[in-house]
């Protein structure tokens, strides 16, 4: 069930949680649940909730309400979901202001992004299939899968090629294989088959700050060399996420390159500080650790001591990292609470902290979840980027009219 739609509904017939619970014979805790993407709503519910109360919901076809197709259809008929639910997309974007492509998406971290700024988002591929499951939830829409595998003139025309790529050694992969181009064999390369085909105005990409050393500082000179040598003016720059008022500490590279002759600056770090404290939640159920974990793991000599918070902690927390579910390999971030006294950060904490919505539903299982959540991008972060490189784009296109 669509939360954003369950929220409309309570709130368009004045109900209160309790009340609109009520009218179902539910819980208001598991109504909650329901609004908050904690769990989904079941079809049933909502039927005999509309029964209830009359109301006519906007939309009225259920499908468009409900996920039409589980993680087993996207597994099984995935080519056939990806162009179904992107041709729907298309034609949906086709009026906004520039239209961009989602390489690496993950769970859609930048493309809430790049909407945020009026952005429309004509295709996307993500290989890994919790993910896909993830972001069709959330978007309505399959990404497409391996982008080895994609053709690229199939790609739609686009003004901003964004992904969160993956850091490989052109080198040590280029000598292994025997290619004679550089990049062949990574997924940079892919990116630049991309480019090549269908120019596009801008392309934004991410990714971790140890690129700038990688493979001896070889892998970044390739990546500047390659899109340099097709006109595109580069910059880059590591930053912070504890300074666009996240409290994490965060650190990410990220490079923008423009096709056109333009004048772009990073934006400035508001230096807006904000305390894990406040994004702590009250009375959280399920994610306690237990004393053995505690004590056979967390607070090893060898392992460091955790950070342990609670809605009095100030500052920011480390990194949220995508191996966060495995207890016995973490020196990171826990919550004074729970039975035991401790506890993970729960799913709305996480949600939180990396910028999604309450509303951003999670289908996936807890493991998966800390798995997306570390892997994907601060939204308030690339929001600001994203911001900026419209800015720029319409500045030059005003010169033009003008």
């Known amino acids: ?23 179902i014979k539910v819980s208001q805790r598991t109504w909650q649940q329901w609004e908050l993407g904690q769990r989904n709503m079941r079809p049933a519910f909502w039927e005999l909730f509309l029964i209830k109360t009359n109301y006519k ?36 974007n086709k009026d906004k202001s520039f239209k961009f492509i989602d390489l690496f998406s993950g769970i859609g971290g930048i493309r809430t992004a790049f909407e945020a700024v009026g952005g429309g988002c004509v295709f996307s591929s993500e290989i890994d299939i919790h993910a896909q499951y993830t972001y069709y939830s959330n978007y309505g829409v399959v990404p497409y899968g391996d982008i080895n595998k994609i053709d690229k003139e199939s790609i739609p025309e686009h003004d901003i090629l964004c992904g969160g790529f993956p850091c490989q050694p052109f080198s040590h992969i280029g000598k292994r294989e025997g290619f004679e181009h550089p990049t062949q064999g990574t997924m940079f390369h892919e990116i630049l088959k991309i ?40 910059h880059h720059t590591i930053l912070n996420a504890s300074d666009f008022g996240v409290p994490q500490n965060r650190k990410r590279f990220y490079l923008v390159c423009f096709l056109d002759d333009v004048e772009f600056s990073f934006p400035l770090p508001p230096m807006t500080k904000v305390d894990i404290g406040d ?7 399920g994610y306690t650790i237990s004393e053995h974990l505690q004590k056979a793991y967390l607070f090893k000599k060898d392992d460091g001591r955790p950070n342990v918070i609670d809605r009095n902690s100030k500052g920011s927390i480390k990194t949220l990292v995508s191996t ?8 990171g971030t826990f ?11 729960s799913v709305n904490e996480c949600k939180a902290i990396m910028g999604f919505p309450k509303e951003f539903v999670i289908p996936v299982s807890r493991t998966q979840m800390y798995r997306q959540m570390g892997n994907s991008v601060v939204i308030k972060v ?17 010169k033009k009219v003008s």
């Open 1 to 23: 069930m669509n939360s954003k739609e369950l929220i409309r509904a309570r709130k368009h017939l004045s109900l209160t949680q309790k009340e609109a619970a009520a009218f």
């Open 195 to 234: 480019v090549d085909i269908k120019k596009p105005r801008v392309i934004f990409l991410e990714n971790v700050p140890g690129i700038l050393n990688h493979d001896d500082g070889k892998t970044l000179e390739v990546i500047l060399d390659e899109l340099s040598s097709r006109n595109y003016k580069c």
């Open 324 to 331: 966060y579910h495995k207890i016995q390999r973490l020196t």
């Open 279 to 285: 994004y702590v939640e009250d009375n959280v159920v």
């Open 382 to 398: 690339v929001e600001a980027i994203a911001s900026e490189i419209v800015s720029s784009l319409n500045k030059v296109d005003n």
């Open 57 to 92: 919901p906007e939309i009225e076809n259920m499908k468009a309400i409900f996920n039409e197709y589980t993680q087993k259809d996207i597994k099984t008929k995935h080519e056939e979901l990806a162009d179904l639910t992107h041709k729907k997309e298309q034609e949906k």
């Open 335 to 345: 919550v004074k609470g729970g039975e035991t006294g401790l506890r993970l950060l």
